[in-house]
């Protein structure tokens, strides 16, 4: 997930003094203010075979936050995870998106792009927004039991998140019915209650005819 640049040792260690020291400084003033990381979730409707996209998202409200710990760009300071029910199938997602090690049953892992150019510190600023669009087919409705989205990093890089409850957010599925050509069609249901009807009324006949009259 992360972005490597080949570069040589003297500029390698050169960047590992001066990165660091960056590094550090921008880590010294990340408890200087509040931020919060907000993720938004979706809520999906659709039928059996449906394709539809779940507009998933990530901001940033705030002071600034170091985005990446290390100038290498192998720490985020955050990522995003994604867990969707086992009755749709991902026909494709972000970019900046994989699967957990690899395993096609697994969460999503997703990062918001941000890398060190040169020397700088990437930042995490205030009204930084990060959309994650996930396009699925709808397979089996009767798996759709909700997913979530939520922001990934261990609890003491979170301690100061001005509103952890808005570091979670569901991920629903409402099925919208039986999917088109499924069911019967509605001549056929009108051509199967005119046979339930012309049935009832010839074995009324037969009945008529078959009940002796009162004066034979």
Request: net charge neutral; proline share 7%; glycine share 12%.
């Amino acid at each position: 997930m992360s972005r490597r640049v080949r570069r040589s040792p003297v500029y390698a260690a050169t960047a590992a003094v001066l990165g660091g020291a960056l590094l550090l400084g921008a880590a010294g003033t990340r408890g200087s203010g509040q931020w919060d990381l907000e993720v938004t979730g979706a809520a999906v409707k659709g039928r059996k075979g449906d394709t539809v996209t779940a507009d998933l998202a990530l901001d940033f409200h705030g002071a600034d936050v170091q985005a990446q710990l290390d100038a290498e760009n192998s720490v985020p300071f955050a990522r995003v995870e994604v867990r969707l029910p086992d009755g749709v199938t991902v026909l494709s997602s972000p970019e900046n998106c994989g699967r957990i090690d690899g395993k096609k049953e697994a969460p999503f892992l997703c990062e918001y792009g941000l890398y060190t150019n040169g020397f700088d510190v990437p930042m995490l600023r205030d009204g930084f927004h990060m959309a994650y669009p996930f396009t699925l087919r709808i397979d089996d409705t009767s798996k759709l039991t909700g997913g979530r989205i939520r922001v990934d990093a261990p609890p003491e890089r979170l301690r100061d998140d001005a509103n952890p409850r808005n570091s979670t957010a569901p991920i629903t599925f409402e099925a919208a019915g039986a999917a088109a050509g499924s069911g019967p069609t509605p001549w056929a249901v009108a051509a199967g209650g005119g046979a339930l009807g012309l049935t009832a009324l010839l074995a009324f006949v037969l009945a008529r005819r078959r009940t002796p009259s009162p004066n034979s």
